[in-house]
């Protein structure tokens, strides 16, 4: 069974979701991303969270259900903060500065 796939994915309050077939939308204050799932999954929105269900126990579904969970989860997180790149200097020898914009 995929852990990952039984897992809820909570929605924020600043995120509008929308579910359409195999299309699941999301709307929130970075953009709007979408997702068409696999055939046969099914999306349900229930108490701010989603929800997502397999066909079967097929090797194939169990694989992507986790997978597409995953990715609304993403979507989700992608329209409520966006995404950010942490960067990490170890070691001697190594000089870095932020000018602008700009990793210099």
Do not use: C, W
Request: no cysteine; aromatic share 6%; hydrophobic share 45%.
């Amino acid at each position: 069974m995929s852990r990952i796939g039984k897992k809820p994915v909570a929605i924020p309050g600043t995120v509008k979701v929308s579910i359409a077939g195999l299309k699941v939308m999301a709307e929130g204050p970075k953009g709007k991303l979408e997702f068409v799932m696999p055939a046969g999954f099914k999306a349900e929105v229930k108490d701010q969270a989603i929800t997502v269900t397999r066909p079967s126990d097929a090797k194939a579904d169990l694989a992507f259900h986790g997978l597409a969970r995953s990715y609304i989860n993403n979507i989700i997180k992608g329209v409520s903060e966006g995404y950010v790149k942490t960067l990490e200097i170890q070691g001697v020898g190594f000089r870095a500065q932020l000018q602008g914009k700009v990793l210099v």
